[in-house]
């Protein structure tokens, strides 16, 4: 079965800084990863998406590193602005009978101005 | 512009009453799906369909129905609501399902309270 799970939970930062949001999953038989962003309420915007053959992928001030192997995936956010406080989930997709994505909690990111 | 349409984005109902939630997208993707999104639990799936007349139960399909006559279109449908699907329900796509670069898109979610 696989699980995913993101730490931590919460997280709040001084605008300007860099930070590292974690995702771990318990299945390396994937065939991709999926980060995506929500505000709150709202709709999930895709931001990066990570194909098993990758180790990483960038768009602007993201950057997010897939390491199969070991089960984890890392968002990279350099130079954090308030407007990117939002919940970040990371997402695998998961078949065998059952086609869906199989989700982590999320971590919510404060930047503080 | 490609995307991912739900209708309506609120609905506030009663106990009972039959309602349907609308997802069209305009990608021809051949994959949809829907998830329901509460506190604590995160997203859980509903229904999937992998095409047209093709549709299968997820996680949680207790209470709800879907169809797939077309393949723009992926109404889900509640018979006899009740207060426990007070939730939020995203309506998702993609081209087909389980291939590299397989991104999913999301719509912007409908806001549904049972009363």
């Known amino acids: 079965k696989q699980e995913v799970t993101q730490i931590p939970a919460a997280l709040s930062v001084p605008e300007g800084e860099n930070l590292v949001l974690n995702c771990s999953f318990t299945?390396?038989?994937?065939?991709?990863l999926q980060w995506f962003r929500q505000d709150p309420g709202k709709g999930l915007t895709s931001l990066l998406l990570?194909?098993?053959?990758?180790r990483e992928q960038t768009s602007g001030r993201l950057n997010a590193s897939l390491d199969k192997s070991s089960g984890r995936s890392t968002l990279y956010i350099a130079a954090s602005q308030p407007g990117d406080s939002a919940t970040y989930l990371c997402?695998?997709?998961?078949?065998?009978?059952?086609?869906?994505?199989?989700f982590g909690k999320g971590t919510k990111l404060t930047v503080n101005p | 512009e490609a995307q991912v349409t739900q209708n309506p984005r609120y609905l506030i109902t009663v106990t009972g009453k039959k309602l349907t939630v609308t997802c069209s997208q305009n990608?021809?993707?051949?994959?949809m799906s829907w998830y329901r999104q509460d506190p604590g639990l995160g997203l859980r799936q509903i229904y999937y369909?992998?095409?047209?007349?093709?549709?299968d139960k997820g996680d949680v399909p207790e209470g709800y129905k879907v169809s797939r006559k077309e393949k723009r279109n992926f109404p889900l449908i509640l018979e006899s609501p009740s207060p426990n699907q007070t939730s939020l329900y995203f309506c998702?796509?993609?081209?087909?399902?389980?291939?590299?670069?397989?991104?999913?898109?999301f719509g912007p979610g409908t806001r549904l309270t049972v009363l």
């Open positions: 998702a796509s993609s081209l087909v399902f389980g291939q590299l670069n397989n991104e999913q898109f």
């Open positions: 299945d390396s038989a994937i065939y991709n």
């Open positions: 990570i194909q098993s053959s990758q």
């Open positions: 997402a695998v997709p998961k078949g065998g009978g059952s086609e869906k994505l199989v």
């Open positions: 990608m021809n993707h051949e994959y």
């Open positions: 369909s992998m095409n047209v007349e093709v549709t």
